[in-house]
């Protein structure tokens, strides 16, 4: 059975930073497509970084050079680096590992 389970969701003030993490567990953790995707309320989900394949890192235009996607294999975790956060950064941060969801954490970014 595959579970994704994500973590370190808070309430941060602008401008500051977290690292959220996702822990992949059922299948051999290589070589598949990952992600980040969030979403707020009224809108739909939206990707915010993803690890493909091929190996290939796509980010979302709004996040570039704040965040950063990375894994660590042998903890078969993924990580979202998240820098400079913004009020528009907030939302429910979803992790997905071939087509498996987590069931999101929240990501608050208010003064």
């Known amino acids: 059975q595959v579970q994704v389970v994500e973590s370190g969701g808070g309430s941060v003030h602008p401008g500051g930073s977290l690292t959220l993490s996702c822990v992949v567990s059922g299948l051999i953790f290589r070589n598949y497509a990952m992600g980040w995707y969030r979403q707020t309320p009224g809108k739909q989900r939206e990707l915010v970084a993803q690890?493909?394949?091929?190996?290939?890192?796509n980010y979302a235009d709004s996040v570039k050079v704040r965040f950063a996607i990375m894994t660590d294999n042998p903890k078969n975790t993924i990580y979202l680096q998240m820098n400079s956060l913004k009020p528009e950064d907030t939302g429910t941060y979803y992790c997905?590992?071939?087509?498996?969801w987590g069931q999101g954490t929240q990501v608050t970014v208010s003064s």
């Open positions: 997905v590992f071939e087509g498996y």
């Open positions: 690890i493909l394949a091929s190996g290939r890192t």
